[in-house]
């Protein structure tokens, strides 16, 4: 069965305080590994997609890291308006649909 | 362009009434899925339809559940004799193409009282 644990569960940080955030998974096939993020009373925003292990990308202060096992999303400076929760998904080229699997997400609180 | 819609944006209904939510893809995406979202827990897929093809229900809860998507378009989906455990946020994605990121409409808050 697909799985996707993330971690913390909650962030505090100060504005300019970088750190990463994890999402390790297990799949029958990777075909894609997802990131969104999640206002408040709103659907997912996509961040990023990753395919295979090795790949990077990045997007203003965020950068997402893929390996065999997880994935990182590393914020540089965070500002009070990336407060979020992120959500980390697999896609799984064994299963029909192609449906998401998600992980629990980590809510993120960024301090002025 | 146009996002993903979805209708109503709060639905508040008495236990044992049938409830309709309706979603609007992203126009030219031939791939719809439906997604739950409860509190304490991660969003959970319901169903995917792709095209013409057979529809993916496998993450269907029960059988009070069931979506059809006319058209190829607008998707509905319904629920019969609500539970209040089926109290959540119903979301709603659309990808150009299966297997395709998918984006996300801003979802339906459904409350059984």
């Known amino acids: 069965e697909d799985q996707v644990t993330q971690s913390p569960e909650a962030l505090r940080l100060q504005e300019g305080e970088s750190s990463s955030l994890n999402c390790s998974y297990t799949v029958s096939g990777l075909r894609g590994l997802f990131w969104y993020r999640q206002d408040p009373g709103k659907g997912p925003e996509f961040l990023f997609t990753l395919y295979s292990a090795g790949e990077e990308k990045e997007k203003e202060r965020l950068k997402a890291t893929l390996t065999k096992k997880e994935s990182f999303l590393h914020i540089t400076a965070p500002k009070p308006e990336d407060s979020a929760t992120y959500l980390c998904?697999?896609?799984?080229?064994?299963?029909?649909?192609?449906?998401?699997?998600f992980g629990a997400g980590t809510i993120l609180r960024v301090k002025s | 362009g146009a996002g993903v819609s979805q209708s109503p944006s709060n639905k508040v209904t008495e236990k044992g009434k049938d409830v309709e939510l309706r979603c609007d893809p992203i126009?030219?995406?031939?791939?719809l899925y439906w997604y739950r979202q409860s509190l304490g827990q991660g969003l959970e897929f319901l169903i995917y339809f792709q095209g013409n093809s057979a529809p993916d229900k496998s993450g269907l809860p029960s059988d009070r559940f069931s979506a059809e998507r006319t058209g190829g378009s607008v998707s509905t989906l319904t629920i019969q004799r609500t539970q209040q455990e089926d109290s959540a946020v119903y979301l709603c994605a659309s990808s150009a193409i299966s297997a395709e990121t998918q984006y996300f409409g801003p979802g339906t808050r459904l409350l059984v009282l």
């Open positions: 126009s030219g995406h031939t791939a």
């Open positions: 998904a697999v896609q799984s080229s064994m299963e029909y649909g192609n449906k998401l699997v």
